[in-house]
């Protein structure tokens, strides 16, 4: 009542309070929507897959155009070995701050597969829809619809997401308190890397060669989604990461099935029968020990995890899937243990281009999730001696006609360094300052989420550094990160400038 | 001893005993090789896989303008329904025989993807080799050589061996015997089918729209490939063939392996458990009934067989794996029983396009190879029911997003109509002529072979025309057939065109 009465009160006098510097960046956002959408879009638009070192340079050399433009000193840190995307990095001091926050994305893709994109997509040409494509959205001009953009337009393109929005937003926050005159309390550095869809095979290096440059209180890192239900969240830990890639052999050349059908052995048969001794029907994996390392959640941890919302039914409906795995365990109990996903798995055709064979290899990509107590190495052990178990002679190299012809079994197994899951502690004090900033920015309960379900080599900063990591996404959770169709909803883009600009004026 | 005075004296008086007709054959051959071979590689050269039309329909012109330029009369026989590619019928009367033969072959051929084709090598661009690729064979020009060619060389382009061999073979033969002035005995017709390699769906429905015309005492068919051991080979019987596609599903989009690894249903191990449930380690077939209705072998068929000689381990070392399906029995007993390969297995990507996703969909072709006694539809019949009994719901269309939502296990069955097995008597008086005019081509003993592992649409000819079939191939057996890099051996061409004469002879 008495609010009420005072707003009449600022009404009736034609005084409005000032704004606040959320307000000033929520309406710097707002007038410079076009000019933040045709950057944005340079940006994705640049290819930057592994594969492709010539654009991948050119995406960093753009990310430091960003930053010059908008007056932060930057340069570029590399590995020691050649070669190697270098970090994009900069820097801005604050009189009298006395401590300093390093912003983290990286600007590095995933692999794409044009072809396996809509017809209408194609993954370095950006293009706006109305709403996502797969549920009723339509292709549309910015230029058409004139500002301000509906929040709930996306746009389309590989990174879209993951993470060229986790650069954009740290970049944009900056600028919007600039152009807003606010002063940032911290010391602020940035972080961009080149190799986090790889696994981070060189960051350890980086992060040590460049040790002192990176001195600092808290790394935020800016990347994954917001919570499903589109409340901001705020994340203490992530799991970790390794990838493994199988093959099993038939015979030295494509045998017509027919002439040999019966009496040639089937790779495909015989990778179908592996992978299935993996894992049962609910996902449980199979592999001896695979969940004996894990380190139990605390009751800090546990209790915060109840507190998530669980949007599970509905995730589920919008999935389009039957039943989820697991043996009744909410989507954040399960993303709490390792697991093991069959990222893709292929011998000879399917479709039209199916052939009457049998297929001399068949190969498919595993990717395993690391919670903290597993290790890397120790997880790709327990699958590898799993598949000796099952007869398996394992080589790490394309095998020699002598080992093909002497092994009924044989699986060429390789697998990528990978890393570790990490977990700050959920009370850290600068952590929930951090959670506090980012609430300043919305209504509604921010998330506080112990870990996710995704990877980021938080592990290496520990490692290396000592350093404490939180993680702050931006990106909307039905993105298509690492698939086709990647796309970032507008109001999420605009909503992480605003959450990185309130942490960078962390007092 | 004797035999060698007579040479010597034969040497002495220099007189050269006639040539009989298959001398002349060969001497014809040998003459016109360059010529043969520029015919043969334009033959090869046109596109012939069913999804390209137009090309398809230019093979067919071409093998007309081929019976023409060799004085056959000739004809298109279409089916009822439009657009099926026509059979190329041909006809040459011999005054005063009693009986008539019409060879058989077929002028499409296996989908390719020119991608897994070798670098050098595309699948309409015929070129030669001075032997295997795979084995150190090189690429040559004819040219170059200059006749008369290597009989060890290969011709590599799709279709090469499978089967416009058969079509060269037959119209060449037939050639030879025109320009040696060799009087065919028997009445000749010409049948060179469009749709074999997509399991002959309107071969019925020609058959029985043609029937007159088609009117003969024997079907020589040509396709397939020689004994391995290279000698040539007669075969009274084919496996039937029929092809099923599953498909089983995942979440509607691909998902995040870290933000949902553990929790959505991954659709690759879904297809892996499905296709480790229908085979053990054995190649044994564990779809219940899968063995049930197989007509046992007679006794002259049993003998037959064991006079087929063993090649089982060098072929084997040659193919290059270790352990052959089946529990000790041999190549010909183990196509004597049904089978069921997996012909291609696909869940989103491996290789540099692999991502760390939980994939939409995942699918696999299936073949499966019938002997007497099995039925083609029963057979799919049973693998449908085995797919139910493993708490598949299963459809026959794409699913609806509904069906997606209600059933955690859901696939998607489609088969192609198929046909069944064929096996003539191996008494019959017709058979047995040809077998003894194939044998009067070479030293070797012939190879009688009840039954072939491969397939063809024997079963149609004595269900519509109540016809006799008996399979007299030409290709060498490591032809790569419905692979990539298929190819022919120009020995094996130039042999079949004297084995196609020799039958032509036939009293």
């Known amino acids: 009542m008495k609010k009420l009465l005072l707003l009449a009160l600022v009404a009736l006098l034609g005084a409005v309070p000032a704004p606040g510097p959320v307000q000033k960046v929520r309406q710097f956002r707002q007038a410079q929507e076009p000019q933040l959408l045709a950057e944005f879009e340079q940006l994705v638009a640049i290819p930057n897959v592994a594969a492709d070192t010539d654009n991948l340079r050119r995406t960093a050399l753009f990310v430091q155009?960003?930053?010059?433009?908008?007056?932060?000193?930057?340069?570029?840190?590399?590995?020691?070995?050649?070669?190697?995307?270098?970090?994009?990095?900069?820097?801005?001091?604050?009189?009298?701050?006395?401590?300093?926050?390093?912003?983290?994305?990286?600007?590095?893709?995933?692999?794409v597969n044009p072809a396996q994109w809509r017809a209408e997509l194609s993954p370095f040409r950006p293009v706006l829809a109305t709403g996502p494509?797969?549920?009723?959205?339509?292709?549309?001009?910015?230029?058409?619809?004139?500002?301000?953009?509906?929040?709930?337009?996306?746009?389309?393109?590989?990174?879209?997401?993951?993470?060229?929005?986790?650069?954009?937003?740290?970049?944009?926050?900056?600028?919007?308190?600039?152009?807003?005159?606010?002063?940032?309390?911290?010391?602020?550095?940035?972080?961009?890397?080149?190799?986090?869809?790889?696994?981070?095979?060189?960051?350890?290096?980086?992060?040590?060669?460049?040790?002192?440059?990176?001195?600092?209180?808290?790394?935020?890192i800016c990347d994954g989604p917001v919570h499903q239900s589109g409340r901001k969240q705020v994340v203490f830990g992530a799991r970790g990461d390794v990838n493994m890639s199988l093959t099993v052999y038939g015979p030295r050349r494509p045998l017509h099935s027919g002439h040999y059908g019966n009496w040639a052995p089937n790779p495909a048969l015989a990778l179908a029968r592996l992978l299935a001794s993996m894992e049962d029907s609910t996902g449980r994996v199979r592999v001896p020990g695979f969940y004996d390392d894990v380190t139990p959640l605390s009751p800090a941890e546990k209790t915060a995890l109840a507190q998530v919302p669980n949007l599970d039914e509905t995730i589920r409906q919008e999935l389009g899937f039957a039943r989820p795995y697991g043996?009744?365990?909410?989507?954040?109990?399960?993303?709490?243990?390792?697991?093991?996903?069959?990222?893709?798995?292929?011998?000879a055709n399917v479709g039209a281009q199916a052939a009457n064979v049998i297929p001399t290899t068949a190969a498919a990509v595993l990717d395993l999730r690391l919670v903290p107590g597993n290790d890397?190495?120790?997880?790709?052990?327990?699958?590898?001696?799993?598949?000796?178990?099952q007869g398996y002679h394992v080589v790490t190299a394309e095998p020699t006609d002598a080992e093909r012809a002497r092994y009924p079994l044989l699986a060429r197994v390789q697998s990528e360094p990978g890393y570790n899951a990490q977990r700050t502690r959920l009370d850290l004090p600068m952590a929930r300052q951090v959670v506090a900033a980012v609430q300043t920015t919305v209504a509604d309960p921010v998330v506080v989420l112990p870990t996710m379900g995704g990877s980021l080599p938080l592990y290496v900063f520990e490692q290396e550094l000592q350093a404490h990591t939180i993680t702050v996404p931006v990106a909307n959770y039905d993105n298509n990160q690492h698939a086709e169709n990647e796309n970032i909803r507008l109001g999420n883009l605009w909503a992480g400038i605003e959450t990185m600009a309130a942490i960078m004026l962390l007092k």
């Open 65 to 111: 155009d960003m930053m010059r433009r908008r007056g932060i000193g930057t340069q570029l840190l590399a590995a020691a070995t050649p070669g190697v995307p270098p970090v994009v990095f900069g820097e801005v001091r604050t009189p009298g701050a006395t401590r300093t926050v390093i912003f983290y994305a990286h600007y590095d893709g995933q692999p």
């Open 133 to 220: 494509l797969d549920r009723g959205g339509q292709l549309a001009t910015a230029s058409a619809a004139g500002p301000p953009l509906n929040p709930d337009w996306r746009l389309y393109a590989r990174s879209a997401s993951d993470d060229k929005a986790g650069v954009m937003a740290i970049l944009s926050g900056y600028q919007a308190l600039v152009a807003c005159k606010l002063k940032p309390r911290v010391n602020i550095k940035f972080f961009f890397e080149g190799e986090e869809e790889r696994g981070s095979p060189h960051l350890a290096e980086i992060l040590a060669r460049h040790k002192a440059r990176l001195a600092s209180d808290l790394w935020v």
């Open 327 to 347: 043996r009744g365990q909410s989507l954040v109990e399960l993303l709490n243990q390792p697991s093991l996903n069959i990222n893709g798995m292929q011998s």
């Open 376 to 389: 890397a190495r120790r997880q790709v052990q327990k699958v590898i001696r799993h598949i000796e178990q």
